[in-house]
């Protein structure tokens, strides 16, 4: 069982305070997205009310923000897909180049929409950053045929998800998908295509070179980023109530904008009280 924890990081700091209801925004776009992807995938039930191994409390602790998945053996492999180019893969193409740019051409902008969707792997870290590789070394990594399938696969799903995205206004700018291998069979796994797996925008706020707002954890960045004095090491500085509210509501504006159904509608389903 993956219970999604509505606790949140920035700057690889894990803040003190919880974002109500942000777990079941990842879980409840998950499942969402579980239903629109034609792959094959771990999820079985997300409904605790069946769960019969929990407690009657702990099915309502956890009402929304769990699944009952397939166990995986896990492809120590990110799968990231870059529609545009921004965050640290813009700073490595703005500082000359490296192994998430690599095939992209020169005279690009911040936020450019690239030519077409690349492929951009990295490996799973169990602890610490996750280092970007090249294609040849993706390749020598995981060998070349599971390379090309989980390539493949990652490029259909996110033109899936950015072709969703788009008619209801938002760009898909980049996500990461990981895969998990069950009775020999490669099947997606953990949460897809929500706003901590991925870069969500509003279309009509998009210009290339601009710094684009977007469905995350903005509002805590932004006001870390006024915090003089904080080094941005632990412990990070307590966050105000209207820090941890705007940003609860970006993540519902998230859930409601990409499946066109309210937020309260879901929690109701899920037998939240």
Known sequence: MLVAT????????????????????????????????????????????????LAPDEQAEFAGRAMLVHAAEVIPMECVIRGYLYGSSWKEYASGGGPTTEHLPEG?????????????????????????????????F????????????????????????????IILADTKFEFGIVDDEIILIDEVLTPDSSRYWPADAWRPGAVMPSFDKQPVRDWLETQDGWNKEPPAPPMPVEVVEATSNRYIEAYERLTGNPFDDYLTSMGVT
């Open 142 to 169: 995981v060998g070349d045929a599971l390379y090309e399938e989980l390539r493949t696969r990652s490029l259909s799903i996110y033109e899936t998800g950015a072709t969703y995205a788009a008619q209801r206004g």
């Open 108 to 140: 690009l902008e911040m936020a450019s929409k690239l030519p077409e969707p690349i492929f951009t792997p990295a490996t799973k870290a169990e602890s610490g950053h996750d280092e970007n590789l090249t294609e040849a070394e993706a390749r020598d």
């Open 6 to 53: 509505d606790r949140i990081s920035a700057f690889d700091v894990v803040l003190g305070e919880d974002i109500p209801h942000k777990g079941r925004v990842l879980t409840g776009l998950s499942l969402h997205w579980f239903d629109i992807l034609d792959t094959p995938h771990h999820l079985i039930s997300a409904d605790t009310r069946s769960m019969s191994f």
